[in-house]
């Protein structure tokens, strides 16, 4: 079995920001107005406890055309990340890629549970054969992100549905990054063997309200909510994922924005000998130059230059690899001047 590294959990929560940070997956152009507007006004009822979760819900159900009853606020996506492990995986052990978002691996040494690590292809895409093929008998979800993380690949709708027509257990499907594909598992037929976890931190740029939902059959919602507490999400976050799910416009102008600047900066790197991996998400991962040896290495020097990216070398096989989030302009052209500065005046 792979064995991650010790520095697997929390990789993402910084102390401190870089002066040019591209390590955090936001929305440089910030959240909606409307959602600003929102929040101002739900300041107003501070001392209330918050009411409006029905109408977040019922709003989310309308946007895919699905029933109320088969979704689950939360308070971003680790939080139901972590809710759906206390519930299903205690005692017992998950399946995951070797790369994929550490807080499930981390939540798990918490629940006296196990996680079994799946090799990527050779291409870095997940196998989802395998990860199929790893479940025994005590094994009570199998985890992966869509597009996965770090990595930015997006699997085919109909590769997860053919995955859990197959899989013993469920799958819970981190679609936290995909709006920027504009794909989705969820649907009024979602199969009963998917769970899905979205979040409002990404494109709709409210990472720091923390706010999220997850869509499954209602059986496993049910489930989900006889074991959680009441007010699981502040009345701030609410009004503002109202408003935020109500501004399409604002959302549409967000991806755009942050794809162009993703395919500006794929392309100024690799003009300086960094192997880009494609990628379908938000994010994208390249290999550093071979002058650096390795992602530490590299990481390190940067640092020298206040610059930060995730170093990936806490994954199996990555050790080469830095993950890159397109931030605001003068930021991303910032981090190619120092990668230039770096690499010599090239």
């Known amino acids: 079995m792979t064995v991650l590294k010790n520095s697997y959990s929390h990789t993402y929560a910084t102390t401190q920001r870089a002066a040019v940070d591209l390590s955090l997956s936001e929305n440089p152009l910030g959240p909606s107005p409307k959602a600003t507007e929102a929040i101002i006004h739900a300041a107003g009822v501070l001392h209330l406890y918050p009411d409006e979760e029905e109408k977040l ?156 939902y997850s869509v499954a059959s209602p059986e496993k919602i049910a489930q989900m909510k006889s074991n959680s507490r009441s007010y699981r999400v502040s009345s701030l976050a609410i009004a503002a994922a109202i408003a935020a799910l109500q501004d399409q416009e604002h959302l549409q102008k967000s991806i755009a924005y942050i794809l162009q600047e993703k395919a500006w900066l794929m392309n100024e790197m690799s003009g300086l000998d960094f192997k880009i991996i494609p990628s379908q998400g938000q994010t994208f991962i390249a290999q550093v130059p071979k002058k650096f040896g390795s992602a530490n290495h590299f990481c390190n020097i940067a640092k020298q230059y206040d610059m930060a990216v995730v170093n990936c070398s806490l994954y199996p096989g990555l050790d080469q690899y830095i993950r890159i989030s397109p931030q605001k302009q003068v930021i991303n052209q910032k981090f190619i001047l120092i990668l230039k500065k770096i690499q010599g005046g090239k």
Not at 97 to 108: D, H, N
Not at 149 to 164: D, F, R, S, V, Y
Request: hydrophobic share 45%; with cysteine.
């Open 57 to 212: 819900i019922a709003l989310i159900a309308r946007h895919y055309n699905i029933a109320k009853d088969s979704i689950l606020l939360g308070a971003g996506a680790n939080q139901l990340l972590e809710d759906y492990l206390k519930v299903f995986a205690l005692n017992k052990s998950i399946v995951v890629p070797s790369a994929t978002f550490p807080e499930s691996v981390a939540c798990m040494a918490t629940l006296n549970g196990s996680v079994k690590i799946v090799p990527l292809h050779c291409d870095l895409s997940v196998n989802l054969d395998a990860l199929r093929k790893t479940c025994t008998s005590d094994t009570a979800l199998i985890h992966l992100c869509n597009p996965n993380n770090p990595t930015g690949i997006w699997t085919q709708c109909c590769q997860l549905l053919e995955l859990a027509e197959l899989s013993p257990v469920p799958i819970l499907i981190s679609e936290a990054g995909a709006d920027f594909v504009g794909q989705t598992m969820i649907n009024r037929s979602l199969h009963p063997n998917i769970i899905v976890v979205r979040s409002f931190s990404k494109a709709y740029g409210l990472a720091g309200l923390r706010i999220g």
